[in-house]
């Protein structure tokens, strides 16, 4: 059969809310033209985010019931460390309640003035966390992974020889660590090649410098190895996850991703020193280190959608969900990040609305037009997220405008999706009459998520 379908059926369902263009144009209005703001009634398909929004399955929400919510040594956390302990095959498991959680508490430790963290592409609260301890955050992004209609099986490699010359030119021991964002949220959820991993590692050995990866969603990139490389297509995904994870020290996890929990997070380490310093910070940010800020029953829907992401009937669902939708849309000329990446759609809104200057926001304009059009939610990941300001007050923009439509796991069927397409697309044939729109307040540090527009 050459349909594939939902490898489950749906046991509970929840309403979702129909409002009109007119109640939509008052609720953006009253939102200031950010979505972060409006009320998730208020929103018809919620695109905003993969985060914490999965549907969890039967057996999580058993495990839910049976979880043990002692304040020591749970017994939900030893099932949840001896899942994660078998993933990584790092001895040391430190859950946390999300994962900026975890960047906070290792960042705190190796960051500061004069640093600088190496990446693929950091995610905003990686660089923030990052930023924040008075370190730089450095991306390397490959060069396929700059040009969104130019297709390539990896797109979220880091390039090796900017590395090379990067630790050359500051010296390796000013880089406390190197990072894999895997699959690379912020540059188009493009996979990592095992390739590339292995080469990342060597050139971090040969220098002594650690090297971490943000394993979010390690199960879609495993999925998109295993497809796409040569001489993993007989591998299990479970064996290809092993292997990612035996090439790093670390890794930070938000559970709220490939792990189908609603919060959730952890840090995974191979040095015990490091181990025992992230846990002093534990205790006093999150909690005591057999749950760090999380309840038992949490650890264990953790430990359950561990296993269950990592099912071939699923990811092979997952990832053909997220290109069915890619490749409607490109049909229909609309400027899509090509090929479809593991968890979401990014449009090029820089080739979407060419009329809007960078500096008018366009990936704003966009995300705020999908939801007058038909209430869908989604977010820009171009200027508003990581524009700054040079010393005469310019917009820097970021190195793309792409608005991003995130996929729930296991949430929408595919008339839902159906529908999101018929909306952008209708969008788009009416994209020259869309316009930009200006900042009128804004916070220092990840201002995207409280901003308030206007339209111009
Ligand atoms: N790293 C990556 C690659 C992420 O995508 C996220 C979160 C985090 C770290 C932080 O994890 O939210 O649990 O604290 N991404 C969400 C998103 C918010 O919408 O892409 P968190």
């Not at 905003?48 to 999580?60: E, I, K, P, R, W």
Request: negative net charge.
């Amino acid at each position: 059969m050459k349909t594939i379908i939902e490898p489950f059926r749906i046991k509970s369902v929840e309403p979702i809310f129909v409002t009109t263009p007119e109640e939509r144009k008052a609720i953006l209005e009253q939102a200031f033209y950010n979505p972060f703001l409006v009320n998730a009634e208020h929103v018809l398909i919620d695109l905003l985010t993969d985060s914490g929004t999965s549907a969890m399955s039967s057996h999580q929400w058993a495990g839910i019931m049976q979880g043990d919510e002692s304040y020591a040594g749970s017994r939900s956390f030893f099932h949840f460390e001896s899942v994660v302990k078998s993933i990584t095959g790092m001895p040391f498991i430190i859950p946390t309640h999300q994962g900026r959680a975890s960047e906070k508490i290792l960042f705190s430790i190796l960051g500061g003035k004069g640093k600088f963290f190496v990446s693929n592409t950091l995610f905003d609260t990686t660089r923030a966390n990052i930023e924040f301890s008075g370190a730089t955050g450095i991306d390397l992004l490959c060069e396929e992974g700059k040009h969104p209609a130019i297709p390539a099986p990896f797109k979220g490699n880091l390039d090796t020889v900017a590395l090379e010359q990067f630790i050359k030119e500051k010296g390796a021991e000013t880089i406390p660590a190197v990072i894999l964002t895997i699959t690379n949220n912020s540059g188009g959820g493009q996979p990592v090649s095992m390739q590339n991993i292995k080469e990342v590692k060597a050139i971090c050995a040969a220098n002594q410098i650690p090297f971490y990866i943000d394993a979010c969603r390690f199960a879609e990139n495993a999925y998109f190895i295993k497809l796409r490389e040569d001489g993993y297509q007989n591998s299990s995904i479970e064996d290809i996850a092993k292997e990612m994870f035996s090439y790093a020290d670390g890794a930070t996890m938000s559970a709220k991703k490939d792990a189908f929990a609603n919060i959730g997070g952890f840090l995974a380490l191979h040095s015990e020193a490091l181990a025992k310093e992230c846990r002093n910070l534990l205790i006093i940010t999150e909690g005591f280190p057999t749950y760090g800020g999380l309840a038992g029953r949490d650890l264990e829907a953790i430990a359950i959608g561990l296993r269950e992401v990592m099912e071939e009937s699923y990811l092979q669902y997952r990832i053909r969900s997220i290109e069915y939708l890619s490749d409607k849309l490109h049909a229909a000329g609309v400027p899509v990040m090509r090929p479809a990446g593991g968890h979401a759609i990014y449009i090029d809104s820089k080739a979407f609305l060419p009329h809007i200057p960078v500096a008018q926001y366009p990936g704003q304009a966009l995300v705020c037009e999908l939801y007058l059009a038909g209430g869908i939610r989604s977010v820009e990941i171009g200027s508003l997220m990581f524009g700054k300001y040079d010393e005469a007050g310019e917009l820097i923009p970021a190195a793309m405008e792409l608005v991003r439509l995130a996929i729930p796991r296991r949430v929408y069927t595919q008339s839902h999706i159906d529908y999101v397409s018929e909306v952008v697309i209708d969008v788009f044939q009416r994209r020259d009459l869309i316009k930009g729109l200006e900042i009128t307040e804004e916070a220092p540090l990840l201002r995207h998520f409280t901003a308030k527009l206007k339209p111009l």
